[in-house]
């Protein structure tokens, strides 16, 4: 049988991708993105900063912190999706986030960006382990990503045999003392202005610090 992250990488990558990359395109950025509007709240200047977006999509977002100067990376499981990023001028690779292709202690901000919860509940110990390699002793990690108090599952509405997983993403680094959550907003996953308490509507920020 084969595993979520081998599907994404022999095409549901691609599918996805193709799915929702007019969505994505049309985003107006950075006020129609809750991760762009934090950390413009959080940086005046972005021109120091090395940022790594995992699950990067076409890049729109990575694009829009490049215009800000910022040194930008991203991964993501579809080839066509790191062929739009790289036609922006940016570097991507293909990958999954439990082996990054970057060296340790390299980025100022890691941004794993709604792509958790597709991953193999296997490979958790693996991600949590590669993000806080690649991140700087003193940094940032982002997390936008489906939200439950508890660990849940549902099947995957697009192809069979594939899940989606909810839970709260930041304890998979919050028992660790180098790590701080700084900020959490609980959004309706279809409209991230907007708060919710229903529970299957869940989307969450999460901004934590990273302090050796």
Same mark, same amino acid.
């Given at each position: 049988m084969s595993t979520q992250k081998e599907v994404f990488l022999k095409g549901e990558g691609n599918a996805w991708y193709g799915?929702?990359? $007019?969505? @994505?395109s049309?985003?107006? *950025?950075?006020d129609g993105d809750i991760v762009l509007t934090e950390l413009v709240n959080l940086f005046s200047d972005f021109s120091e900063l090395k940022i790594l977006e995992i699950g990067c999509g076409g890049g $729109?977002? *990575?694009s829009w912190l490049k215009l800000q100067g910022a040194d930008v990376f991203g991964i993501d499981p579809s080839s066509d999706a790191i /062929?739009?990023?790289i036609d922006k001028g940016i570097s991507a690779k293909i990958g999954t986030a /439990? #082996? *990054?292709p970057y060296d340790e202690n390299t980025f100022d901000i890691v941004i794993a960006g709604f792509c958790l919860y597709l991953c193999d509940r296997q490979d958790l110990f693996l991600i949590n382990s590669e993000i806080n390699r690649v991140l700087k002793p003193t940094s940032w990690l982002?997390? @936008?990503d489906f939200y #439950?108090?508890?660990h849940t599952s549902n099947s995957y509405t697009h192809l069979e045999g594939v899940y989606s997983f909810k839970m709260d993403y930041s304890s998979m680094f919050t028992w660790h003392p180098d790590y701080f959550l700084m900020l959490q907003k609980i959004v309706d996953h279809g409209d991230f202005k907007n708060l919710t308490d229903l529970e299957n509507d869940m989307m969450c920020f999460q901004l934590l610090r990273k302090n050796e």
């Open positions: 799915r929702n990359k $007019e969505t @994505l049309e985003r107006c *950025l950075p $729109e977002r *990575l /062929d739009a990023v /439990d #082996n *990054l982002i997390i @936008l #439950n108090k508890n």
